[in-house]
């Protein structure tokens, strides 16, 4: 069984710039979540995709967007890149859309670094 | 406001059993509580979760307060490996499985 990986591992970017984060559910899992984890804080929900749609988001602004493929793999941009959005990305699948009873499964995320 | 409630950092000795106690005075009837934990420079890893019986699997079990309002992750032989943040999660009733992660408790497992 696959688990949750995401690319690139590290990304450094500029003040303004645009990034896009990818991430490959476990085998089986059509739902994917995205979470923001600031150095020495919890990770805080950005938005979840079930099935191609987006099925429930955070308080983060609209230039935070994301996108579900049809294999249920998962895209996270952010665009007009600001210092505070350093931080760890992380992605998580899970089986059976916003069931609340359903483990979520973690990837080990993408470190971004905003110059 | 829902409320989740952790000690910041608790500490044990290997191959002891560790009690990791969490407060969730506001939790409904119908919320499942999720554990979590991190370890140093991973994502996180679920651990185990409950509605209203106690539950155990491989890694750990988990107690939960007749009345609901607190639950307690038991580690029944902690390990060097245990060593992580552990989140204590109840879904407060949210339309998504969405994950609320407080501050967490900070575990040391002493050699």
């Known amino acids: 069984e696959t688990g949750v990986t995401q690319s690139p591992t590290h990304l450094i970017k500029t003040r303004g710039q645009q990034v896009t984060l990818r991430c490959s559910s476990q085998?089986?899992?059509?739902?994917v979540s995205w979470y923001q984890q600031a150095l020495g804080q919890g990770p805080q929900f950005i938005f979840q995709y079930y099935r191609e749609e987006e099925n429930g988001r955070g308080n983060f602004p609209p230039r935070f967007s994301g996108l579900q493929f049809p294999n249920y793999s998962s895209e996270l941009n952010v665009n007009a890149l600001e210092l505070d959005d350093s931080a760890l990305y992380l992605c998580?699948?899970?089986?059976?859309?916003?069931?609340?009873?359903?483990?979520?499964?973690f990837g080990d995320g993408t470190r971004l670094s905003i110059l | 406001d829902a409320k989740t409630t952790q000690p910041n950092s608790m500490e044990s000795n290997e191959e002891e059993p560790v009690h990791l106690p969490c407060n969730h005075s506001t939790i409904s009837g119908t919320d499942y509580i999720h554990w979590y934990r991190q370890l140093p420079s991973q994502g996180p890893e679920y651990v185990i979760h409950g509605l209203t019986s106690n539950v155990n699997n491989r890694m750990a079990s988990l107690a939960i307060a007749e009345d609901r309002k607190s639950s307690t992750l038991i580690l029944h032989r902690a390990t060097l490996r245990d060593a992580a943040v552990y989140y204590c999660i109840p879904n407060y009733g949210g339309a998504t499985n969405k994950l609320i992660f407080g501050t967490g408790t900070l575990l040391a497992v002493q050699p």
């Open positions: 998580a699948s899970s089986l059976a859309g916003g069931a609340t009873n359903q483990p979520q499964h």
């Open positions: 085998s089986g899992h059509n739902t």
